[in-house]
């Protein structure tokens, strides 16, 4: 089968890698059903910790609707907007967007 497919035999390598030494990923646009799917596929093959950004009643309704189960252990659901570092976030993109024309209540919406 290498021979047929060398990628997959490179795949598999990184994959192997990857599981050694699990990561954390945060998945934005969690609301978005391939998105979700993503996720779930990324703690499936047991790649790491996966984190969906997005207010959760609206992530809950959508995988509802999509039949994906979220319920799996390494999956988190994080609303951005109750973060208590929002602020730290908006003055490092402040700091990083003015003088690109980026006044700081376009970086707080941005956050």
């Given at each position: 089968?290498?021979?047929?497919?060398?990628?997959?035999?490179?795949?598999?390598?990184?994959?192997?890698?990857?599981?050694r030494q699990p990561k954390r990923i945060v998945f934005a646009e969690?609301?978005?059903?391939?998105?979700?799917?993503?996720?779930?596929?990324?703690?499936?093959?047991?790649?790491?910790t996966a984190i969906l950004l997005g207010r959760d009643d609206v992530i809950k309704e959508n995988a509802r609707n999509a039949g994906i189960e979220l319920n799996k252990q390494g999956?988190?659901?994080?609303?951005?907007?109750?973060?208590r570092r929002n602020g730290i976030y908006t003055d490092y993109l402040y700091e990083r967007m003015q003088r690109k024309g980026f006044l700081f209540r376009d970086c707080q919406r941005l956050i």
């Amino acid at each position: 089968s290498a021979r047929r497919d060398p990628i997959a035999s490179t795949l598999q390598r990184i994959y192997d890698r990857v599981r050694r030494q699990p990561k954390r990923i945060v998945f934005a646009e969690g609301e978005e059903e391939q998105v979700m799917r993503a996720a779930v596929s990324y703690v499936n093959q047991r790649l790491g910790t996966a984190i969906l950004l997005g207010r959760d009643d609206v992530i809950k309704e959508n995988a509802r609707n999509a039949g994906i189960e979220l319920n799996k252990q390494g999956l988190e659901i994080i609303n951005a907007r109750l973060s208590r570092r929002n602020g730290i976030y908006t003055d490092y993109l402040y700091e990083r967007m003015q003088r690109k024309g980026f006044l700081f209540r376009d970086c707080q919406r941005l956050i």
